[in-house]
């Protein structure tokens, strides 16, 4: 088997050399280039597994070169040389497409993981495309851009900020990147922000050392070490405190955190996933996250479109995610008629893909055969269908009433339905946390699960 070739450009001879010694003894093939027009004369005839540039090159720099392989070669991964501490060079460089980037004065252990990691990529990405076509459904223009986005970020170790409205699937998002990338046989460590204790939030994150607080009987490895040499994906980022987010942009500046407790950092390696229901930007400026925070996660942007944006895709979706609950449930059977599809469509889904699927469990266990109507998905409670079918009125303290007679032959389910609609809307408010949600209600996190559980609105 042929070994894998690396492209080393570098002005410098001292740096080719090493590179070239280090890489060699790897057992890889190694070609040289001076400037970027050998560079570019280099990766035409070489077509190499992988290219190591530096940054500053006596005809251009390294983020031409980049541009160039991105252009004309996608399937070479480029990694970046660039000066200690130059954060600016670095993101430029994740920006127009490197694959990673690594900072001089060069270690060496840190650039083997570097190379290894990339020479993972396979240079055919059919493969990668038809995974992220079969893991995202539809066929919505904001569907196709996304996949191709995330077949080409699976491919990169850059940090990457996923927004989109509550129940979107930004998590699906960055599972997706996680599992079609080189890291994918590491961890996938998923922490909600919102939902760790202040207090609690810093040890959760990078650990602490035994006796280093009441409680604390022996060490324990934080979530950055939980998922070395895979992703940390931080949802609902924009609810970090703002001294943890200080804290925080240490470690990924650093690529090291000190547990609670300790003298020392541990290095640390993991790709940085973060996502949130916010505008981080407006976030910024009203000062409740750190811009130069900001500046480092959100290098690459990705939106999750809504389903309201995806309108077109719900009868493959709706009907993809009742096959597997029913699968789930022993039924292979299951199946929507077009009235329960009409009343979907009619239906604003402010909850996304996490509400759709908790309707359908609802209907599915509800439904007398093994075919969901509209009846059965209970749109009639759940929403008004007719506008005009029930009136709300605002009293003088602002709390919501309905008309009397909805409640005639059926309090218990009218007053069901309120309920329901209550708790829905509070979960929505506080992003599924039940802990927020039964403080938002100002009640006890036990009655919060005894009510969703009798409503049949448990997750």
């Not at 000190?258 to 910024?284: C, F, M, N, Q, Y």
């Amino acid at each position: 088997m042929a070994a894998q070739r690396v492209l080393i450009v570098d002005d410098e001879p001292d740096i080719r050399e090493l590179l070239d010694i280090t890489l060699s003894r790897m057992g890889l093939e190694t070609h040289s280039a001076a400037t970027l027009s050998e560079a570019q004369s280099a990766v035409s005839e070489v077509i190499p597994d992988l290219c190591l540039t530096d940054m500053r090159l006596p005809d251009g720099n390294g983020i031409h070169l980049v541009e160039y392989i991105q252009q004309e070669h996608p399937q070479i991964p480029v990694a970046m040389i660039t000066a200690h501490g130059s954060v600016e060079t670095a993101i430029s460089a994740l920006k127009a497409g490197a694959f990673d980037f690594i900072s001089k004065p060069i270690e060496l252990d840190t650039l083997r993981k570097l190379v290894s990691s990339a020479l993972q990529l396979e240079g055919d990405t059919s493969r990668l495309d038809n995974a992220v076509v079969q893991d995202l459904l539809g066929d919505a223009p904001a569907i196709r851009t996304l996949r191709k986005q995330i077949a080409k970020l699976a491919r990169s170790q850059a940090p990457v900020h996923i927004r989109g409205e509550s129940g979107s699937g930004k998590e699906v998002v960055a599972r997706l990147i996680h599992n079609n990338g080189p890291r994918a046989t590491g961890n996938f460590i998923a922490v909600n922000c919102g939902a760790i204790p202040p207090d609690l939030m810093e040890s959760e994150l990078f650990g602490h050392l035994k006796g280093s607080f009441t409680g604390a009987n022996a060490d324990k490895p934080g979530l950055f070490q939980a998922a070395a040499g895979g992703t940390l994906f931080l949802d609902e980022v924009a609810d970090l405190p703002l001294p943890m987010q200080v804290k925080l942009l240490r470690a990924i500046q650093e690529k090291a955190v000190r547990p609670v407790g300790g003298s020392e950092e541990i290095p640390t390696d993991v790709r940085l996933l973060s996502a949130t229901h916010k505008d981080l930007g407006a976030e910024v400026e009203a000062g409740r996250f750190r811009d130069d925070l900001f500046y480092r996660i959100n290098v690459i942007d990705l939106h999750v479109p809504s389903l309201r944006e995806r309108a077109e895709d719900l009868p493959l979706l709706a009907r993809a995610l009742l096959k597997r609950i029913a699968r789930d449930n022993g039924n292979e059977q299951a199946d929507l008629d077009d009235s329960a599809l009409e009343a979907l469509g009619d239906y604003s889904f402010p909850g996304n893909v996490r509400e759709l699927e908790n309707i359908l469990e609802r209907s599915l266990a509800l439904a007398d055969s093994g075919t969901i109507s509209a009846d059965d998905l209970q749109f009639s409670r759940m929403t008004p269908r007719n506008p005009a079918a029930r009136t709300r009125k605002s009293d003088r303290e602002g709390m919501q009433t309905w008309s009397v007679e909805e409640a005639y032959g059926d309090l218990e389910g009218y007053l069901e339905d309120i309920e329901r609609q209550i708790l829905s809307r509070a979960l929505e408010e506080s992003r599924w946390n039940k802990t927020a949600t039964a403080k938002l209600l100002g009640i006890s996190f036990r009655s919060l699960r005894y009510r969703l559980k009798k409503l049949q609105l448990e997750d």
